[in-house]
């Protein structure tokens, strides 16, 4: 067993691909997506008679004063062993001594593993949600229409009548200034932070079929758009934007059932609502669950210390910089 460095798509892929609700965070593509946003990204996997028992994405974050850390979305640890993860986490503190990393921070999908590590490892602010909506869609239409609320399939019908026009938008060129001012509208309204427009225009021209940008149309004016990916067996509500006009007509709900009958059409297994919360975001966590869905519960994000010190100290300037 030995820790090896993954140069090949295919083959890194292959196995977060079978892994249930499969992660786009940890995909080849959102790697690369993070390359082109200026991060260093590394892959490695655990690598056992020749075959990859488990892969996964660091990406390298640079922080003031010379401090760097890794960050691993959305790992799935559940897959590996105790011994497995011993191992793992010993190989990733020597490749952070080579990139100067003082501290490994990740979002685990199972907290059973990492309870013996409490000595290393401590709970940090959270960067994903802490719990999601995964809609199982590998059914029929009926059978998933069925299992939303009423209201719900009300005003999916409602929105079909009403005229809005939904299509997964080709000409980002075209498009993307009328989308990120949703973004922005979205942001006011609903206390969203926003990453820099380029990230999000970074993202819509990266891999075609894995980021598509969905919108709903009324009157050829763009209503309301979601950035969606496509890898393994899920397809994933990444982010979302909606007009303050217009809310009558019920658009988001015709978005969120065309993007479902697609990743079915493209034969995904199920749909990731990706976040809800009812305190943070009540209004949106109760259109999310009018769909559907089985809600399932992250544990948060950890950081495994490399440098007890310069933790300390990157904690104390992140306390005063919210203090400033």
Known sequence: MNIVEIKDKSRYNANVREQKHSQFLQSWEWGEFQKSVGNKVLRFGVEN?????FALTLIKNNLPFGISYFYAPRIGIKYLSEERLVFLFKEIKKK???EKVIFLRFDPRSKAQIINHKSQIVKTIDIQPGKTLILDIDKSEEEILKQMHQKTRYNIKLAVRKSVEV???KDIDKYFDEFWQLMAQTEKR????????NYYWKMLKSDKKFIKLIAAFYKNKMLCANIVSFFGNTAAYVHGSSANENRNLMAAFALQMFTIKLAKEYGFKYYDFNGIDEQKWPGVTRFKKG???EEVDYPGTYDLVFDSFKYNLYKILRWAGRKM
């Open 49 to 53: 008679n020749g075959k990859i028992e």
């Open 291 to 293: 769909f559907g869905g």
């Open 167 to 169: 299509k997964v938008v």
């Open 190 to 197: 609903d206390g969203f932070r926003l990453h820099n427009k």
């Open 96 to 98: 952070a001594k080579n």
